[in-house]
């Protein structure tokens, strides 16, 4: 493969055939960084993640225009599942685990595409990450806010991804925690060498840990630029720094 491991070219996606979310939106993530996809709440940050892991058809959404290409091959239009297959995994906002099976069932789930023998090795790695899952034994539903968003990051890195999508690691979380999963991030990032598509509300700790970042406003990129570059930037900082 040449170029990016993922390159979304000018798409438009509509919601129930008629409502216009994104407009144009194109951005790229090479192999091995860290990209930040920031904006206010409603610019389109979750529908990019959604129209990327093919996960806009639950919600009678559709890509209408552009394509999305992974590896170089064209994924828009493909089964969700088979993208999974294909290497990207999505860490939905609000975690969304299984209340009612343990830590060790939910990560079970995130390898169900695989067939190798090496899934209990893979839970192992993943306790070697948050060595606060392994003593947690009862059912999901009965972790914190901190440890949910834990086990969801877990759980994908079952899947052997290429590429994680992170929708909103920080939300709901104190700011301990917050510093606590970035670091892990971060982690994921150097030790394994795994690609991470990240938006954010939290624009600081995303761009902390990024290496380079996109602005959406109104389902369009209107700013780029290495991390370090739009933290300097005064409208980054008047209007997504400054709170935080
Ligand atoms: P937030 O941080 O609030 O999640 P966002 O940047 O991720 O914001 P999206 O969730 O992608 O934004 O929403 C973008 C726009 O699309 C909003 O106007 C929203 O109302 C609309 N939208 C999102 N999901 C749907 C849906 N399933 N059906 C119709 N419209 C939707």
């Known amino acids: 493969m040449t170029g990016p491991l993922l390159q979304v070219n000018n798409i438009e996606v509509v919601y129930n055939d008629v409502i216009l979310v994104l407009r144009g939106l194109s951005l790229e993530v ?7 996809l920031l904006g206010a709440n409603g610019a389109g940050k979750s ?85 606060r899952l392994r003593e947690r034994t009862g059912l999901a539903g009965y972790l914190s806010g901190g440890e949910q968003q834990m086990l969801a990051i877990g759980r994908a890195l079952m899947a052997q991804p290429k590429l994680i999508l992170m929708d909103e690691p920080s939300m709901g979380l104190s700011p301990l925690l917050v510093k606590e999963v970035f670091g892990i991030i971060r982690k994921l990032n150097r030790d394994l060498g795994i690609t991470i598509l990240l ?4 624009a600081r700790m995303a761009l902390s840990v990024a290496s380079y970042g996109y602005v959406m406003e109104q389902g369009k990129v209107v700013l780029d630029g290495t991390a370090a570059s739009l933290m300097d930037n005064e409208d980054v900082k008047e209007f997504y720094l400054g709170g935080h």
Request: glycine residues 10%.
């Open 47 to 131: 529908t990019t993640l959604k129209a990327i892991s093919g996960l806009l058809r639950t919600e009678e959404g559709e890509v209408t225009r552009g394509e999305i290409r992974f590896l170089g091959d064209r994924i828009n239009g493909i089964e969700a599942h088979d993208i999974v297959r294909r290497g990207i995994f999505q860490v939905m906002e609000g975690r969304r685990i299984v209340a009612d099976m343990t830590c060790q069932e939910n990560l079970r789930l995130g390898a169900f595409t695989r067939s190798d023998g090496a899934v209990k090795r893979d839970i192992d790695m993943v306790y070697s990450y948050f060595p």
């Open 30 to 36: 090479p192999q091995g960084e860290i990209v930040a």
């Open 199 to 202: 938006v954010e509300q939290n």
